[in-house]
């Protein structure tokens, strides 16, 4: 009987500690080449948050980037996108009015040359309007999750009112406590999620509002 009452204990053991390798081997293996340092640090971080918190990650990319559900979940499951990789593509697909499936499709044709070049092949050029709308739309995602992001020079002046460390006012987060819940508007309709600490502050969050599909 006890035995038998060691295996749920062991299966949930082994389950996290898979999770934490995947988690280990994408932060060891896993290069974006967006042709911006900041946007690959900050991919690089999704892939944590996205490792640990699936399911609100993967509510995020429905709600806010127009992505099937059905399709992020395959993504992430079956074919082991990285969680910064189907960030990247919805949000490039957002940017440029295509559907989400229709970057994917681009990436996987092309990912040896890396994101910078597949995303100024689908008009994404560095320093266009279009990118700098990408990188800006990492902020309202990072309030919804209430994960804290440090804003580079160019994203500061885009939001002058968060100060350095990218936090708007009222946002600071006590150590150990995670962060206060978040509301903002995303590319859906609604508000945002709010969510309780994880590694960098900010865990997962229960999203409110109605996406747009694609």
């Not at 990492?138 to 100060?163: C, H, K, M, Q």
């Amino acid at each position: 009987m006890q035995r038998n009452r060691l295996l749920p204990s062991l299966a949930l053991a082994l389950a996290l500690a898979a999770g934490h390798a995947a988690a280990q081997d994408i932060s060891l293996h896993w290069n974006p080449r967006s042709g911006d340092v900041w946007v690959d640090t900050w991919l690089g971080d999704m892939n944590r948050y996205g490792t640990r918190y699936r399911d609100p990650f993967i509510d995020e990319m429905v709600r806010y980037h127009g992505a099937p559900r059905d399709l992020v979940t395959d993504l992430l499951l079956n074919r082991r996108w990285a969680p910064g990789d189907v960030y990247y593509a919805c949000a490039i697909a957002q940017v440029i009015g295509r559907p989400c499936r229709y970057v994917v499709d681009t990436w996987e044709a092309n990912r040896g040359q890396g994101w910078g070049v597949v995303a100024q092949r689908l008009g994404v050029k560095p320093g266009s309007p279009a990118f700098h709308r990408l990188k800006q739309g990492f902020v309202p995602t990072y309030d919804r999750w209430s994960r804290p992001i440090t804003l580079d020079e160019e994203l500061r002046r885009a939001y002058p009112n968060r100060g350095k460390s990218g936090q708007a006012p009222g946002q600071a987060t006590r150590p150990g406590k995670g962060a206060p819940a978040a509301h903002g508007n995303g590319n859906g309709n609604g508000n945002g999620n709010s969510g309780r600490g994880n590694e960098q502050g900010g865990g997962p969050g229960k999203g409110k509002g109605k996406g747009h599909g694609h």
